[in-house]
């Protein structure tokens, strides 16, 4: 409170964000006049009481601030001020922008309803819609009326509010569409500002991330997801099994590694699930393992790819010179083209595979 009067109010100092304004001033003269800008409201508020308010253009305004009544109560009660209150309490009325940004947890997806970290952020534009709700509701409740703590609520309150709202969906769902979360969530959230005398006329979630630790476990589930998440559980097993022969004494294992990758998640696909094998077609499938240098599937064992040719890891990690091929009178020239039941330039029996390869498997020379 400010010591003196005044008979002429107005909203002094104005800035451009500034959304209220409460006058110096609470011992108003009889007759004061009050001046209202154009893009604002003014309350006037007697004796604790919400009086009226009070549109554009020049007011004059009484208050019971009689001065020889108000010297009366001085002389016999005691009073050191006015006992007569009066404020005047502008309220700008144009549209402000502000920022939000929150951490939470929310749920990955769907079908992977695991609580990940949320790391979001946006902008927001508001304006007071209701004058006298506003001043119930949100600087009924303050001891200063300022700029600063509208602004300190309004950043409390929403964020608070889009936190319940945002933790309620799919964090794939915010992701992968931050237009739509926008949406929805401004649609939800809208009726408690209303509830305050706040119209809330557009939220954006500018970004929507969780930490990098997690991205990669979302990341993995969605590239190997399954209905129960069994696909997913496989393949972290599979990939700590790789790493540890991967990582073992030895430049040897590095090798085998890339040789039994592909088996062991074939081998680990054909466990049984709630005691139900696998069918007899897949059983064989398991046996067979991945060229590392074309991709080209092999029966395993195998010395050299069916595909490119080129000698497995096994074969090239092997200390001790190969065991020789039995002796065959190697053809000259090229081979006939056709299905081979020996291969014509080692005589190894190739009747057990189910078509002719494009290299022999044994001596890697080219079939068709």
Excluded at 171 to 193: C, G, W
Excluded at 217 to 238: A, D, I, P, R
Excluded at 334 to 352: E, M, R, W
Aim: aromatic residues 10%; glycine residues 8%.
């Amino acid at each position: 409170m400010a010591d003196g009067k005044t008979n002429v109010v107005f909203w002094k100092d104005q800035g451009p964000d500034d959304i209220i304004y409460k006058s110096e001033y609470d011992d108003l003269r009889t007759v004061t006049s009050v001046t209202v800008p154009e893009h604002a409201v003014a309350l006037f508020i007697r004796d604790g009481q919400l009086m009226g308010t009070l549109e554009p253009g020049r007011h004059v305004v009484t208050s019971a601030n009689i001065p020889w009544l108000t010297a009366l109560f001085n002389k016999a009660l005691g009073y050191k001020e006015t006992p007569f209150k009066v404020w005047i309490i502008f309220i700008s009325l144009k549209i402000f922008n502000g920022k939000w940004g929150i951490r939470s947890m929310i749920k990955a997806a769907q079908e992977y309803q695991v609580p990940i970290t949320l790391m979001a952020n946006g902008d927001y534009q508001f304006r007071v819609s209701d004058t006298a709700v506003f001043y119930t509701q949100v600087l009924g409740g303050m001891s200063n009326y300022s700029t600063g703590d509208v602004n300190a609520f309004m950043k409390s309150f929403i964020n608070e509010q889009i936190t319940q709202q945002l933790t309620q969906q799919y964090y794939m769902d915010v992701m992968t569409n931050l237009e739509k979360a926008s949406t929805s969530t401004k649609i939800l959230i809208d009726p408690y500002f209303q509830q305050r005398g706040i119209e809330l006329l557009s939220l954006k979630i500018s970004e929507a991330a969780t930490t990098d630790e997690e991205k990669t476990k979302v990341f993995e589930y969605l590239q190997f997801s399954s209905k129960n998440g069994e696909s997913f559980k496989k393949y972290e097993v599979m990939d700590r099994m790789a790493d540890a022969v991967g990582n073992s004494q030895g430049g040897a294992a590095v090798g085998t590694g890339m040789l039994l990758f592909p088996q062991m998640y074939q081998q680990m696909q054909q466990q049984p699930v709630n005691g139900v094998q696998g069918s007899g077609a897949s059983q064989a499938q398991a046996q067979r393992v991945m060229c590392p240098y074309c991709g080209g599937l092999n029966d395993y064992p195998y010395k050299f790819c069916s595909s490119c040719g080129k000698p497995s890891p096994m074969t090239q990690q092997q200390t001790a010179a190969p065991t020789a091929a039995p002796a065959a009178a190697a053809p000259t020239g090229t081979a006939p083209a056709g299905t081979f039941k020996i291969c014509p330039y080692c005589g190894q029996d190739l009747s057990g595979l189910r078509k002719t390869p494009k290299f022999c498997p044994y001596c890697s020379e080219q079939l068709s």
